[in-house]
């Protein structure tokens, strides 16, 4: 899920856009009527003590599960030791669940239910983390494996990105055993091991192994969205984002050729120059936004707008093209509408009085759903023309993610679980503008939906960054959230 602070700056994106429009809403006569939400105290499970997480977190922050892009930097060893961390604390758990290693690294974890006629539910997480940037260690309030509790907050690199969840999911499953309690619909748990470098290894070969068995998950809640405690100019109070659909991914090699010479007497344009033009081009002529996608998203938040700017919003088809032009004025709110264009590589020369005859430029798109990686490439030759080479760049590419409903039975246990532990939030669906492991698993599932039970501010940027953190106020509801879940998620489910 990378290429960006993943939560934190699709957040402060969408305040950004918010800002933008609210700053020029006038008075309508179209007002959206205030809502005021009813509020209940949270359902917390029985028996639960934040504290038990907390200490467990700590522990698993401590395991240092960095993984590298270059793949033979990685220790197999620090991947093991967290399995029998996870043996060691979660007894119940690995005495009634089949635990199976998959290509070495990866957990998959089966719960079977007592009605085997039922499509089973799958919570997925990960153990690996990124790494902290050479230079940044003492930037950090504690140490960046410590798994210190200071002034409110575990602190350490995986804790909200994505050990957090991880170890939410074993102590509500561990909880739920020692209760005495039994699914009816059986529940797996995957636990990837290269999720911050795409997956491939990890979360494919779990999601191949469930396919093969003919495993066809009712339900998939991976990691992808959180509680904001406010979204500044849409929403004062908290707000429960749960991811319904991701985007994709593609590089794109650009080539130009042109004839070589002596810098002394140049060509019309040389292999650089035609570069250049086209990287001029790709900027001037992005992909086409998709305001209407964010239409889900801003209906649900209407109630806890101001009335004028929840009329604007909530209107799109009225008044998109102007909401579509003022987000576009801030990247990270724009990106939320469309396909990105990101130059991220370009070469070209070999002496500074020698005509090139080669240049080529790399250009990342982090695509939209209602794109695909085939428009994407169509949309390059039209830009920049058709006497330069284009190709796909790398092995790494893939279609954005189909929309899960936000009118299924699955959305609705979603919900209510969220409701439940969050009763001050208001809840939304939205779009996560990177990746998660999950998407290996969307062409044989029902509902995939992403959410992670903590609270952040709406500009946190901790994932990935310095001071990653989790709140110790959210210890106990995370894995309260959890246990919901899986309750909620049973035929017949009551509160």
Request: aromatic content about 6%; glycine content about 8%.
């Amino acid at each position: 899920m990378k290429g960006s602070t993943k939560f934190g700056l699709a957040l402060a994106g969408l305040t950004a856009g918010a800002a933008a429009v609210a700053l020029k809403v006038s008075a309508s006569t179209n007002d959206v009527p205030s809502t005021v939400l009813d509020r209940a105290e949270p359902v917390l499970e029985p028996g639960l003590s934040g504290d038990a997480f907390l200490a467990h977190l700590s522990e698993a922050v401590r395991i240092d599960t960095t993984v590298y892009e270059d793949r033979s930097l990685n220790d197999p060893a620090a991947m093991r030791a967290f399995h029998e961390f996870l043996a060691q604390t979660y007894p119940a758990a690995h005495a009634s669940c089949n635990v199976e290693t998959v290509n070495d690294l990866s957990l998959l974890f089966t719960w079977e239910g007592s009605d085997p006629s039922l499509d089973p539910m799958v919570l997925m997480a990960h153990m690996d983390v990124v790494p902290v940037e050479p230079g940044t260690e003492d930037d950090w309030t504690v140490g960046a494996y410590s798994g210190a509790v200071e002034d409110g907050r575990l602190w350490g690199r995986g804790t909200l990105d994505d050990k957090g969840s991880l170890i939410a999911v074993m102590e509500a499953v561990e909880h739920l055993i020692e209760s005495g309690f039994t699914p009816q619909r059986s529940l797996h748990l995957v636990f990837g091991h290269d999720e911050e470098i795409r997956g491939v290894d990890g979360a494919k070969v779990v999601a191949e192994t469930l396919r093969d068995r003919g495993v066809a998950p009712w339900l998939v809640v991976d990691e992808g969205g959180g509680v904001a405690d406010s979204l500044p100019m849409l929403a004062d109070g908290q707000v429960a984002l749960i991811k319904i659909a991701e985007k994709g991914y593609v590089d794109i090699e650009i080539t130009a050729r042109a004839p070589g010479g002596h810098s002394s007497a140049p060509m019309e344009a040389t292999a650089v120059e035609r570069i250049a033009a086209a990287i001029e081009a790709l900027r001037a002529n992005p992909v086409p936004a998709r305001v209407e996608v964010l239409g889900p998203m801003f209906d649900a938040l209407a109630p806890v707008m101001d009335r004028k700017l929840a009329a604007v919003l909530t209107n799109l088809n009225v008044t998109g093209p102007a909401v579509k032009r003022l987000m576009a004025s801030d990247p990270t709110s724009d990106a939320l509408m469309r396909t990105t264009t990101a130059v991220t590589m370009v070469s070209g020369g070999v002496k500074s009085n020698v005509l090139p005859q080669e240049a080529w430029a790399v250009v990342n798109f982090r695509i939209m759903p209602g794109d695909t990686v085939g428009s994407i490439i169509d949309h390059v030759r039209g830009v920049v023309g058709s006497d330069l080479e284009i190709a796909i760049y790398g092995d790494h590419h893939s279609d954005p993610s189909p929309f899960s409903s936000t009118s299924s039975d699955g959305w609705d246990v979603m919900v209510r679980s969220v409701q439940e532990t969050f009763p001050d939030a208001a809840v939304a669906p939205w779009i996560l503008t990177a990746a998660t492991d999950s998407r290996y698993l969307m062409p044989f599932s029902g509902d995939v939906y992403g959410f992670a039970p903590f609270t952040m501010t709406p500009d946190y940027a901790g994932i990935h960054g310095t001071d990653e953190a989790v709140r110790v106020i959210d210890a106990e509801g995370a894995v309260s959230f959890f246990c919901r879940l899986i309750r909620n998620a049973q035929p017949g489910a009551t509160a």
